[in-house]
């Protein structure tokens, strides 16, 4: 690297979102693994725990490096390791799958905006590690039976093409209603599976909470989770599709928190954006207008929920602020 390839301000930003979200990442993985009694289990968080401190330490050294201060991020004081189960062991894998599903999605979009080599590796080297997470993950939900598949479907024996926009209607030609693609339904499927963790990740943030403002918010995400779960499920079974199925796990009875609530809330915030960005591509991939009809309103109510949610971070001083830009005006106007 040349002494002058200094940080652009597309990879600080980058870096700087990496760390708050691996951060909490290494904070729930710590906290499983510490309530976890299974040896297999246990050994895979144990794993993990190893690579997430090493990818931190590695921006760090970076961020340093740069004379850039490191963030605060998430530490040791937003977790509770003592704190008993909140949620059962298979639904601690699933929270930890999703996360490890935004994340893959989030090293793909930071590698796009980094031009340094060396960034350029370290997201090839994060996506890597996300992917086997997430492959792991998948493995030990599917060897105890509790992860639900897509349905199946008879394998095309020829290319089909559109010949009437009615297709794009959700009809064919004749005029009858023409079944969902299995484009459509793999989006569909992704977000009323993620929408179900999400409602039982955060009915388990409502029940711990001390605080009211955010027990309110909390049991708000759960019912829009609900509402959504309901809509895009409708949408398959029209079709005589099979649904994920409903149990994806449950918190237990704990109501002592294992969480910050600064941690809670940004984690909501993270799945806040991931479901805009998953019902947004959603959106651009579904050929047929009423599922278009359908994600639009539901991308505005997630929004709506996540403002309120940035709000709340903000007004209770949880906010880390972002590498800001020069202002040139107040450069200008100083004396």
């Known amino acids: 690297m040349n002494k002058k390839d200094i940080l652009t301000s597309s990879e600080l930003a980058t870096l700087w979102m990496t760390y708050q979200e691996k951060t909490m990442f290494l904070r729930f993985v710590e906290y499983f693994h510490a309530v976890n009694e299974d040896k297999k289990e246990k050994n895979f968080y144990e794993s993990h725990l190893t690579k997430l401190a090493k990818e931190i330490k590695k921006i760090e050294a970076i961020l340093t490096a740069e004379g850039a201060i490191i963030p605060h991020g998430f530490s040791d004081q937003d977790v509770n390791k003592q704190a008993p189960p909140l949620f059962q062991p298979t639904f601690a894998l699933q929270i930890v799958r999703m996360l490890a599903e935004i994340g893959m999605g989030l090293h793909a979009l930071h590698l796009a905006r980094s031009y340094r080599k060396d ?4 997201y090839q080297d994060l996506s890597v590690t996300t992917q086997h997470c997430y492959e792991e993950c998948t493995e030990l939900l599917i060897d105890k039976g509790a992860l639900s598949r897509p349905p199946q479907v008879a394998m095309p024996e020829q290319v089909e093409v559109v010949v009437s926009t009615e297709y794009l209607k959700g009809t064919n030609i004749l005029g009858d209603k023409r079944v969902l693609n ?15 963790i999400g409602q039982q990740l955060i009915t388990g943030f409502a029940q711990v ?8 918010f909390f049991t708000q995400g759960k019912e829009l989770s609900k509402k959504i779960i309901a809509k895009l499920s409708k949408k398959l079974t029209d079709d005589d599709i099979q649904v994920p199925l409903g149990w994806v796990g ?12 600064k941690l809670m809330l940004y984690c909501i915030s993270l799945f806040c954006s991931f479901g805009l960005g998953s019902n947004a ?45 020069e202002n040139r005006q107040n450069l200008i106007n100083r004396k």
Not at 300 to 307: E, P, R
């Open 119 to 122: 960034i350029i590796r370290l």
């Open 182 to 196: 299995t484009v459509e339904v793999s989006f569909l499927y992704q977000s009323i599976e993620s929408n179900s």
């Open 209 to 216: 909470t001390k605080d009211p403002e955010l027990k309110k």
């Open 250 to 261: 449950s918190p237990t009875l704990s109501t002592i928190a294992p969480f910050s609530d």
């Open 281 to 325: 591509i959603g959106t651009t991939f579904s050929l047929r207008k009423d599922l278009s009809a359908t994600f639009i309103p539901l991308i505005a109510k997630i929004y709506d929920y996540g403002v309120q949610g940035a709000e709340l971070m903000a007004e209770k001083g949880y906010t880390e602020e972002p590498p800001a830009m």
